[in-house]
C-alpha cells in the first residue's frame, strides 16, 4: 500500500504543489494482490471495492483501511467490511464515485473470463 503526500510549496506566493510517494506498512490480513480495483476516502479510512486478482477472477469484495493523521504505519490494519444488502457484482475497470451523505456510486464496469476463444467474454454493467 503506498500514499502520496501533497503539500504546498514552501515559498512565499508559490502554488506549487510537493509530492511524495511513501510506502506504507501494514499489519494483519490485506486485500489479495489485484488491478482495476476503486477505492474512496470516507472519514478518515481508504476503502476499496472489487477488482481482478492473478488468474483472471472477479472480486465484489470490500476493504477499508485507517488512514487517520497520526496514526503509526505499524499498527494500520485492513479489514474486511461486511455489507448489508446485495452487492454488485463481481467486477473490473467500473466507475465509482463518492458523493454526499455517506454513498459510494458503483457503475459498469466488466467480469472477465479467461477461456477458450470460441468462448465469448460475458460483460455486465449494474
Given at each position: 500500500t503506498?500514499e502520496?503526500?501533497?503539500?504546498?510549496?514552501?515559498?512565499?506566493g508559490?502554488?506549487?504543489i510537493?509530492?511524495?510517494?511513501?510506502?506504507?506498512?501494514?499489519?494483519?490480513q490485506?486485500?489479495?494482490?489485484?488491478?482495476?480495483?476503486?477505492?474512496?476516502?470516507?472519514?478518515?479510512?481508504?476503502?476499496?471495492?472489487?477488482?481482478?486478482?492473478?488468474?483472471?477472477?472477479?472480486?465484489?469484495?470490500?476493504?477499508?483501511?485507517?488512514i487517520?493523521?497520526g496514526?503509526?504505519?505499524?499498527?494500520?490494519?485492513?479489514?474486511?467490511?461486511?455489507?448489508?444488502?446485495?452487492?454488485?457484482?463481481?467486477?473490473?475497470?467500473c466507475?465509482?464515485?463518492?458523493?454526499?451523505?455517506?454513498?459510494?456510486?458503483?457503475?459498469?464496469?466488466?467480469e472477465?473470463?479467461?477461456?477458450?476463444?470460441?468462448?465469448?467474454?460475458?460483460?455486465?454493467?449494474?
Open positions: 503506498s502520496l503526500v501533497l503539500s504546498r510549496a514552501e515559498e512565499p508559490s502554488a506549487a510537493q509530492a511524495r510517494w511513501r510506502r506504507i506498512a501494514t499489519v494483519g490485506r486485500p489479495s494482490p489485484r488491478q482495476g480495483v476503486r477505492g474512496v476516502v470516507f472519514e478518515a479510512r481508504f476503502i476499496v471495492f472489487g477488482g481482478r486478482q492473478e488468474g483472471g477472477t472477479c472480486l465484489n469484495d470490500m476493504w477499508a483501511l485507517d487517520s493523521p496514526a503509526a504505519d505499524s499498527s494500520r490494519m485492513w479489514h474486511q467490511v461486511d455489507c448489508e444488502g446485495q452487492a454488485p457484482s463481481p467486477r473490473v475497470w466507475s465509482a464515485a463518492h458523493a454526499a451523505y455517506g454513498k459510494w456510486f458503483i457503475i459498469g464496469g466488466s472477465w473470463q479467461f477461456g477458450d476463444m470460441e468462448t465469448p467474454n460475458d460483460y455486465q454493467t449494474l
